[in-house]
């Protein structure tokens, strides 16, 4: 038991975005009735911006700078300098994951492009150590592995499932927050008062 909770704290990138979908079907199931596809499309992609990346890059920012040793050593790696920006970069996509859950379209896929990138690009790096160094170590293979790779796959489908089924104007997802707004400037193209 005490290594299954190990292993669900340090495997927060993965226990994160599960907490966040059972979060969204607790929402789903509670909020209005009729359930619509667009509202569940549209809750599961705001549960994952809160918790798959808003909160689990803010708890990676935390991880990498104040307990670099800890997570270089899950990774098999040597504790080094690198953590702190390691740990301010998944900061800056934290924010921008926050930043996202009540936007439009385009700033929802910069929020899932960036950390995208990076675990992939991690992902890549993780096989690399597999194969040249025999790194097998927790957070470099197995479970983490995979979830680097999937992960993002999933949260691009969401974003794809919920841009094509989009909430009617004015509509709340069952947590309460309006639809996706658009935040470009209103263009009046009435006469100017006088």
Known sequence: ???????LIAGYFVTLPVLGMLVALVLIAIGPKPITAARVYETLLRQFLLFGIGL????????????????????????????????VASLGFGLVGFFAISRDTAVRFA??????????????????Q??????????NAGFML????????????????????????????PDGVGGTA???????????RR
Request: proline residues 8%; hydrophobic residues 55%; without cysteine.
């Open 130 to 139: 597999i194969v040249t160094a025999g790194n097998h170590s927790p957070g």
């Open 111 to 128: 929020a899932l492009l960036g950390p995208a990138a990076f675990v992939w690009g991690a992902a890549v790096g993780h096989i690399i």
């Open 1 to 7: 038991m005490v290594d299954l909770i190990g292993l």
């Open 182 to 192: 658009d935040l470009r400037p209103r263009v009046s193209h009435g006469s100017p």
């Open 56 to 87: 689990a890059y803010v708890v990676n920012f935390i991880f990498h700078s104040f307990f670099g040793e800890l997570a270089a050593s899950l990774i098999g790696w040597e504790d080094s300098p690198f953590q702190f920006e390691v740990g």
């Open 146 to 173: 995979y979830a680097d790779i999937l992960l993002p796959f999933i949260s691009f489908v969401l974003l794809w499932l919920a841009a094509r089924h989009p909430l009617p104007e004015g509509q709340d997802a």
